[in-house]
């Protein structure tokens, strides 16, 4: 399985805490964290990216899937797995 995903976050947030967790428990070890409250740089790229200005924002392959809330109801749909194998 290729885990191309990239986490935005801060070291603070607990739902970006809460997205790894969950991406571990389908296998993703190796997360490309980009860290935002370190970065205005990062967090510009960010905004531009998603149009959103919250983290987590998570990327699998080039694919935004959204923040926390949306990766968990990707997983309650069932449609996670075969997104991050797809990726």
């Not at 860290?35 to 919250?54: F, K, P």
Request: proline fraction near 3%; charged fraction near 25%.
């Amino acid at each position: 399985m290729s885990n191309a995903v990239t986490l935005f976050h801060t070291s603070t947030c607990p739902y970006c805490t809460q997205a790894e967790r969950l991406l571990a428990r389908h296998g993703v070890t190796d997360v490309a964290k980009l860290n935002i409250g370190q970065s205005a740089e990062l967090r510009d790229q960010m905004v531009e990216r998603t149009g959103r200005r919250t983290v987590p924002q998570i990327f699998i392959g080039s694919q935004h899937v959204g923040g926390y809330d949306d990766l968990l109801e990707l997983e309650r749909r069932g449609d996670l797995a075969p997104l991050l194998k797809a990726a």
